[in-house]
C-alpha cells in the first residue's frame, strides 16, 4: 500500500494538474499519478493558445470566456506570469463562399459577447502586412490570448506540492478496482497501490483505456497533432493567426472545401502562434493514426509548404524542432466531465483535443466543485453518461 | 564566499546553473523534465552544447548514473534548416536521420 487520499487523479498533464490543484486548494488530500514524466503527453507538445474564435457557440465557448478569467487570477495565484499574453487573434479568409459563413459565424460569436469582428482586405495588411495576397478578408478579436503551458503546469504542481498534493511520476495505472470499504484501488506498474474514494480520469487521449480498467465506458479518439518551431524571430504582424479553411469545414458539414487527398488525410489546418520565448509555433495536423506520436516527414512538410504560402518571408526563417502530441477527441466534439452512472466516485475530465490549454483551469475547477458537491446544470451536456448508449452497444 | 551560480548552463535560452538546481530541488530529475520547466535546451542548438552538462548536474545531485539521465531520443530536423530546404517536395541531409 502506498497510500491513501481523498481523491486520486490519474494524469499529470495539464487537466490532471488543474483537477489536483483545485481539489487541494478545497481541502482535500490529492494525489496525482502520471505515467510518464513532466509534461509527458498532450500538454507538453502542442500550442499555447486560449482560443475563442474556433470554438461553436454554446458551452464549449462559455467555459472559454470563465477559464480565461481564472487564468487572469491564476497568474497572481502562482505568482508567475505563466506565459499569459494576449495578442489577439485573426482568422484568414480566402473566398466569398468562407467569407459568408465566417460572417454568420461571426454574429453568432458577437451574440454570446465575443469580441470579435470582420476586417475587410485593407484593416487585415494593416495588421498582417506579410501575408500573401491570396487573402480576401479576415476576422479579428482582440481577446484571443495564451499561457505557457509548461509553465502553468509547473506553477499548478509547484503550489498544488505546498499544500499538500502529491504529484507521482512514471507510474502508469495497471488496474482500478473496489475494495471492501467501497474506496477505489488504484495499482501502478511499480506494483504500488493507491486508495480513495474518489478517482478522476484525467488521462486525455488514453481516457478510454483507463476507464476501462474500472469497467467504465469513454469513447476517446486519439488525434496527432503535429506543429513545427521555428527560431527565435521579430514579430510577423501584430496577432497569431488561423485560416477558416479547416473552421468553416468543421461548421458547415458537407461543405466542398479544395483540399488534396494529402491535405485531408493530415487533416492539415493553420496556426501560427508566437510563443514565450519569441519563436513561433506552426501548426498542425490533425491524423487518425492511433497511438503513434512521432513526427513525420509528410506532416512536417505538409505544414512547412502551408506556412510558406500563407506567410512567404517564412521561407527564410529556420525551424528547429518538430513535435507531435495526441489531442484527445470525442465523437461530439465536446469534453468529458462528470460521474459515470453507477461508479459514485469515478469521474472523466478528458476529451478536449485541440482545447486543453484554454480549458484546463476551469476544467480543474468545475471538476474540484463537481467533487465537493457543487452541481452546475449546464454541465449535465458534458457527462460521460451522454455516451451510455454507446457503450450497451459495444459489449 | 556564496558559490556563483548566476552563470549560463544553457545559453541560447540563457538558463543558469541555479535555476537549473533548483528545479532538481524540487524533485525533477530527467533531463526532459528539466528541459520542460526551464527552457534549457529549447533554443536553437536544441541542447546539443548543454544537455550533457546538465545530465552530469542532475547525476551529481540525485546519484542516479550518467548513462541514465543521458537516454533521450532525438527527432529529425537533427539540426535546423530553413523552411525553403523543405518547401515543395526539398529535402536535405539534415533531415534524414
Known amino acids: 500500500m502506498a497510500g491513501s487520499y481523498d481523491v486520486i487523479v490519474i494524469g499529470g498533464g495539464i487537466i490532471g494538474l488543474s483537477c489536483g490543484y483545485y481539489l487541494t486548494k478545497q481541502g482535500k488530500r490529492v494525489a496525482v499519478i502520471e505515467a510518464g514524466g513532466f509534461a509527458d503527453g498532450a500538454s507538453g507538445a502542442c500550442d499555447d493558445m486560449i482560443l475563442f474564435q474556433s470554438k461553436k457557440p454554446g458551452i464549449n465557448l462559455e467555459l472559454a470566456f470563465e477559464s480565461l478569467e481564472l487564468y487572469k487570477s491564476l497568474v497572481g495565484e502562482l505568482d508567475d506570469s505563466l506565459g499569459f499574453a494576449n495578442y489577439g487573434g485573426m482568422v484568414l479568409i480566402q473566398n466569398q463562399q468562407e467569407l459568408e459563413v465566417m460572417e454568420e459565424f461571426v454574429t453568432q460569436q458577437q451574440s454570446y459577447g465575443l469580441d470579435v469582428k470582420i476586417l475587410d482586405r485593407k484593416e487585415m495588411l494593416r495588421k498582417q502586412p506579410f501575408l500573401s495576397d491570396r487573402f480576401i478578408a479576415s476576422t479579428y478579436s482582440p481577446m484571443d490570448s495564451q499561457a505557457y503551458p509548461f509553465a502553468v503546469m509547473h506553477k499548478l504542481s509547484g503550489k498544488g506540492r505546498k499544500l499538500g498534493m502529491q504529484v507521482i511520476h512514471k507510474s502508469p495505472v495497471t488496474g482500478i478496482e473496489k475494495d471492501g470499504n467501497g474506496d477505489y484501488r488504484v495499482s501502478t506498474g511499480q506494483n504500488l497501490t493507491y486508495t480513495a474514494p474518489v478517482v478522476v480520469n484525467a488521462t486525455g487521449a488514453w481516457a478510454g483505456k483507463v476507464a476501462a480498467l474500472a469497467g467504465a465506458y469513454v469513447p476517446m479518439e486519439p488525434r496527432r497533432g503535429q506543429i513545427i518551431i521555428t527560431e527565435k524571430v521579430p514579430a510577423v504582424g501584430e496577432t497569431n493567426l488561423w485560416t477558416a479553411k479547416y473552421l468553416v469545414s468543421k461548421l458547415k458539414s458537407g461543405f466542398e472545401i479544395d483540399s488534396t487527398e494529402e491535405e485531408k488525410r493530415l487533416g492539415l489546418g493553420f496556426a501560427f502562434t508566437r510563443t514565450e520565448g519569441d519563436s513561433y509555433l506552426i501548426g498542425s495536423t490533425r491524423e487518425s493514426v492511433g497511438y503513434d506520436k512521432r513526427t513525420t516527414m509528410e506532416g512536417i512538410r505538409a505544414i512547412i509548404n502551408q506556412a510558406v504560402s500563407i506567410v512567404p518571408v517564412l521561407k527564410d526563417v529556420n525551424f528547429i524542432r518538430a513535435i507531435a502530441g495526441l489531442r484527445p477527441a470525442t465523437p461530439d466534439g465536446k469534453m468529458i466531465l462528470g460521474e459515470h452512472a453507477g461508479m459514485k466516485g469515478f469521474y472523466t475530465a478528458a476529451g478536449h483535443e485541440g482545447d486543453g490549454i484554454s480549458l484546463a483551469p476551469i476544467t480543474g475547477k468545475l471538476l474540484a466543485d463537481m467533487v465537493c458537491g457543487t452541481t452546475d446544470a449546464r454541465l449535465g451536456e458534458l457527462s460521460p453518461n451522454r455516451f451510455a448508449k454507446d457503450a450497451k452497444e459495444v459489449s | ?97
Open chain 2, 1 to 97: 564566499m556564496a558559490e556563483d551560480k548566476d552563470f549560463f548552463i544553457c545559453r541560447c535560452e540563457e538558463v543558469t546553473l541555479r535555476e537549473i538546481e533548483q528545479v532538481i530541488d524540487e524533485g525533477y530529475d530527467t533531463l526532459d523534465d528539466v528541459k520542460r520547466i526551464t527552457r534549457a535546451g529549447m533554443g536553437l542548438c536544441q541542447g546539443r552544447s548543454c544537455s550533457k552538462v546538465i545530465a552530469r548536474i542532475i547525476s551529481q545531485k540525485t546519484g542516479k548514473p550518467i548513462e541514465e539521465v543521458l537516454q533521450v531520443s532525438y527527432r529529425f530536423p537533427v539540426r535546423t534548416e530553413k523552411m525553403k530546404a523543405l518547401e515543395q517536395g526539398g529535402g536535405s541531409d539534415a533531415t534524414d536521420n
